[in-house]
């Protein structure tokens, strides 16, 4: 989980940090948490990079969090999930940034049961939450179990690692939306790794192959230049 989080006060940056440390559950990869102080700030890296989740305070001294929450809405193909954390909390402010396009609203001092009891119920709706461990998901001809690690087309299985397994599950986890190279290698690849060579552009000339993405079969990986990769569906782009 990438999740990047907007306050110009250090102190409620370091407090929503350590309550979010605690999301993952035992086995699980910790979260990746990008903080911000300024709005101008996050709103260079959105451009560039793949976030998740958002949690944004209201007021800042340059770009307010409601007006990065309205650009996400009007400029990503897929924006993403996003909290409203403030100490803004009239009625007619909740009002506002829901229908700004907020997923929900929390009012500051926050208390760290709520927040994450609402960041659980963000990623429920939005489908970003992990699935059970026996989660078994098809995708044409495509079977993806998780227990296994293992993918069968058509009844056949397909010869994966098991990075080459998740990075996949990835991609068709988020059909349709961009993925930058930044979010894929911070999700599969130790910074030790990524030094010393391109390993996520083998990767994905190894997944075009095994998994047979070409438009005969219903699929595109895209390679979106300057910024990451992203999987369609030929039906649903032809539509």
Same mark, same amino acid.
């Given at each position: 989980?990438?999740? +990047?989080?907007?306050?110009?006060?250090? +102190?409620?940056?370091?407090?929503?940090?350590?309550?979010?440390?605690?999301?993952?559950?035992?086995?699980?990869? +910790?979260?990746?948490?990008?903080?911000?102080? @300024?709005?101008?700030?996050?709103?260079?890296?959105?451009?560039?990079?793949?976030?998740?989740?958002?949690?944004?305070?209201?007021?800042?001294?340059?770009?307010?969090?409601?007006?990065?929450? @309205?650009?996400?809405?009007?400029?990503?193909?897929?924006?993403?999930?996003?909290?409203?954390?403030?100490?803004?909390?009239?009625?007619?402010?909740? %009002?506002?940034?829901?229908?700004?396009?907020?997923?929900?609203?929390?009012?500051?001092?926050?208390?760290?049961?709520?927040?994450?009891?609402?960041?659980?119920? %963000?990623?429920?709706?939005?489908?970003?939450?992990?699935?059970?461990?026996?989660?078994?998901?098809?995708?044409?001809?495509? %079977?993806?179990?998780?227990?296994?690690?293992?993918?069968?087309?058509?009844g056949n299985?397909?010869?994966?690692?098991?990075?080459?397994?998740?990075?996949?599950?990835?991609?068709?986890?988020?059909l349709g939306?961009?993925?930058?190279?930044?979010?894929?290698?911070?999700?599969?690849?130790?910074?030790?790794?990524?030094?010393?060579? @391109?390993?996520?552009?083998?990767?994905?000339?190894?997944?075009?192959?095994?998994?047979?993405?070409?438009?005969? @079969?219903?699929?595109?990986?895209?390679?979106?230049y300057g910024?990451?990769?992203?999987?369609?569906? %030929?039906?649903?782009?032809?539509?």
């Amino acid at each position: 989980m990438r999740v +990047a989080i907007l306050d110009d006060e250090p +102190a409620e940056l370091r407090r929503v940090e350590q309550t979010l440390r605690q999301m993952p559950e035992a086995g699980e990869d +910790a979260w990746g948490l990008h903080s911000f102080e @300024r709005g101008e700030d996050l709103l260079r890296q959105l451009r560039r990079e793949t976030f998740d989740l958002l949690i944004l305070d209201w007021q800042l001294p340059d770009i307010s969090g409601l007006a990065l929450l @309205r650009w996400t809405r009007e400029h990503m193909e897929v924006p993403p999930a996003a909290i409203m954390l403030t100490s803004r909390d009239a009625e007619s402010d909740i %009002v506002q940034a829901l229908n700004a396009g907020a997923d929900d609203y929390v009012s500051k001092p926050f208390r760290p049961n709520e927040l994450k009891a609402r960041v659980n119920a %963000v990623l429920r709706r939005h489908g970003l939450q992990r699935g059970t461990a026996s989660e078994v998901l098809s995708f044409n001809d495509l %079977v993806f179990d998780d227990a296994e690690l293992t993918v069968t087309r058509a009844g056949n299985p397909i010869s994966f690692t098991e990075r080459e397994y998740r990075l996949a599950r990835c991609l068709f986890a988020n059909l349709g939306r961009p993925l930058s190279r930044e979010y894929l290698y911070e999700r599969f690849w130790s910074h030790e790794e990524m030094v010393s060579s @391109r390993p996520l552009d083998t990767h994905i000339y190894r997944l075009r192959n095994k998994l047979g993405l070409t438009a005969d @079969r219903g699929w595109q990986l895209l390679t979106i230049y300057g910024y990451g990769y992203r999987l369609e569906s %030929v039906t649903a782009v032809s539509e």
